[in-house]
């Protein structure tokens, strides 16, 4: 078995709708929100090459897809999911890290975010650098928190006023990420850093 996680092009349209069946099968397995979008939306994605595809040789292993908002100020890597067959082979972190690494190509500046309820996406954001945060600072773009509306969790959050839900946000700022690597790289100089390290006192 070989699984090949790259940016999705159009020869891999005819996907599309097992995309958004597995997503629909995992939010009902889960009972926790993961929004459906239009098989049409899935297909811009691909098209606009803002979508990562794991594939096993020519059957769907998972899929993530990355969208822009506020101006190009934050940018969301979303509809994360991956096939129950493969699950525990470590296939979402790869799908996650690619969305990753094709956000910060496309959006250098950008802030990327993401919700999720899943503790695996939370342990993989983390490890990428990203933070928990609060509603209130992710995008407040309204085109966004529209796309919650298929949910089954977003009667919470109209009833706390798009303050909270049932997902974690987490954000990832590159300006933020810069500043922890300059600090890290000014501590490992001071004297005795590694002595610390290696417990060497």
């Known amino acids: 078995m070989k699984i090949d996680v790259m940016v999705a092009g159009q020869e891999h349209l005819r996907y599309v709708s097992t995309i958004n069946d597995t997503i629909d099968e995992a939010a ?35 899929f993530c897809y990355i969208e822009s908002w506020g101006h190009d100020d934050f940018v969301a890597n979303s509809g994360l999911i991956v096939k129950p067959s493969y699950r525990g082979m470590g296939v979402a972190k790869r799908i996650k890290k690619a969305a990753f690494e094709l956000s910060r190509k496309r959006f250098p ?30 995008t407040d773009d309204e085109e966004f928190w529209a796309g919650c509306k298929s949910c089954v969790n977003y009667d919470i959050l109209e009833r706390t006023n798009m303050t909270k839900c ?27 850093f590694w002595a610390r390290v290696f417990g060497k006192y």
């Open 28 to 62: 009902k397995a889960r009972g926790t929100g993961i929004a459906r979008r239009t098989d049409e939306y899935i297909t811009d994605k691909i098209n606009q090459g803002k979508a990562i595809i794991a594939l096993n040789r020519d059957e769907f292993v998972g």
């Open 109 to 138: 500046n950008a802030k990327i975010f993401g919700l999720t309820t899943g503790e695996q996406v939370m342990r993989i954001n983390t490890e990428l650098g990203y933070v928990p945060v609060t509603f209130a600072k992710l």
């Open 166 to 192: 049932l997902c974690t946000g987490m954000v990832f700022d590159p300006v933020e990420a810069a500043k922890r690597a300059e600090a890290e790289k000014a501590a490992m100089k001071k004297p005795g």
